[in-house]
T-cell receptor
Framework: AQSVTQLDSQVPVFEEAPVELRCNYS??????LFWYVQYPNQGLQLLLK??????LVKGINGFEAEFNKSQTSFHLRKPSVHISDTAEYFC????????????FGTGTRLQVTL | DTGVSQNPRHKITKRGQNVTFRCDPI?????LYWYRQTLGQGPEFLTY????????KSRLLSDRFSAERPKGSFSTLEIQRTEQGDSAMYLC?????????????FGQGTRLTVV
């Protein structure tokens, strides 16, 4: 079984500032790791994913994440946020080899202000 | 293809009534998933299909819930005798399911309110 912990429920940040959203996971097997974004009353959109190989993964909208196996972390970062980045962000894991049966964290609300 | 489509987007029902939601996956995707998301929480896995076969059900899926995917294309999720605790966003997702199955695509969800 897998579990995901998102350490911050809310992260307020000013526009153009950098941001890091933290994610730690637990699993007894190898995993795939994902970050999804959810805008109000919308479904989930994939930002980026780690399957294997390079531990630094780049995604859409200028986001990137780094997989750290020893710390079982997959933190999401963006060097300069925009107002339009205001949304809920979810970290998720699945057993390696399949994107099925995702286990999600409880989410981090990113609030970007001027 | 415009992606995963879910209908209706919103449903308000009285406690005790039955409701049915529909999900149309991306056409070439073999796998289809249902998730439930309550307020302030991440989505929780309910069940998934490989073509028309329902391969796994979460213990969250009580006897009042039933899902079908009769021809391996669209899927329906029915909730019988709805309870207020069933109020949630129900999300459908699909993935290729063959070879490198590395990404699930989500629909916009159906928000259920039981009054």
């Amino acid at each position: 079984a897998q579990s995901v912990t998102q350490l911050d429920s809310q992260v307020p940040v000013f526009e153009e500032a950098p941001v890091e959203l933290r994610c730690n996971y637990s699993s007894s097997v190898s995993v795939y790791l994902f970050w999804y974004v959810q805008y109000p009353n919308q479904g989930l959109q994939l930002l980026l994913k780690y399957l294997s190989g390079s531990t630094l993964v780049k995604g859409i909208n200028g986001f990137e994440a780094e997989f750290n196996k020893s710390q079982t972390s997959f933190h999401l970062r963006k060097p300069s946020v925009h107002i339009s980045d205001t949304a809920e962000y979810f970290c998720a894991v699945s057993p390696a080899g399949t994107a099925s049966k995702l286990t999600f964290g409880t989410g981090t609300r990113l609030q970007v202000t001027l | 293809d415009t992606g995963v489509s879910q209908n209706p987007r919103h449903k308000i029902t009285k406690r005790g009534q039955n409701v049915t939601f529909r999900c149309d996956p991306i056409s070439e995707h073999n796998r289809l998933y249902w998730y439930r998301q309550t307020l302030g929480q991440g989505p929780e896995f309910l069940t998934y299909f490989q073509n028309e076969a329902q391969l796994e059900k979460s213990r969250l899926l009580s006897d009042r819930f039933s899902a079908e995917r009769p021809k391996g294309s669209f899927s329906t999720l029915e909730i019988q005798r709805t309870e207020q605790g069933d109020s949630a966003m129900y999300l459908c997702a699909s993935s290729l399911g063959v070879g490198a199955d590395t990404e699930a695509f989500f629909g916009q969800g159906t928000r259920l309110t039981v009054v």
